[in-house]
Structure formats: structure tokens, C-alpha cells
């Protein structure tokens, strides 16, 4: 028997293109910022995870928009 893993991603746009990168697997939402090799952490909702993306932007910065694909 094989199981099936469901993977979902959300990208997150600031104000001059993609800023970082959501990914929802089995073991939660695992943020990944663009420019970084490591992944920043996996948190257990996808809230947290959106406020750790807005939270390691430069001070000041809008919280950007997500879109899933």
C-alpha cells in the first residue's frame, strides 16, 4: 500500500515580487524566505507561519500577500 502526501504552497508577495514561500505538509507549514537555502522553521498553523514570513522582513514593511498555487 502507498500513501499519499498532500503538499500545499502559498507564495508571498511584497510590494517588488516574491518575498518567501509557505509549504503545508504532514508535518505543518514549513516557511521558507527567497534568497535562503534553509528553511526558516515549521510552525503548527498556517497564521503563525504567515506572521513569521512578515516578521523577518525589513522593520516597517506591509505584510505581504499570499497566494496559494
Known amino acids: 500500500m502507498s500513501e499519499t502526501v498532500t503538499k500545499r504552497l ?4 511584497g510590494p517588488n515580487g516574491v518575498v518567501g514561500k509557505i509549504q503545508k505538509d504532514a508535518e505543518g507549514y514549513a516557511v ?3 534568497g535562503k ?3 526558516l ?4 498553523s498556517m497564521e503563525i507561519a504567515k506572521n513569521a514570513v512578515h516578521s523577518h522582513l525589513k522593520p516597517g514593511s506591509d ?6 498555487h
Do not use: D, I, T
Request: charged share 20%; hydrophobic share 35%.
Open 10 to 13: 502559498w507564495v508571498a508577495y
Open 32 to 34: 521558507h524566505m527567497a
Open 37 to 39: 537555502p534553509e528553511p
Open 41 to 44: 522553521g515549521v510552525y503548527p
Open 63 to 68: 505584510r505581504p500577500q499570499f497566494r496559494e
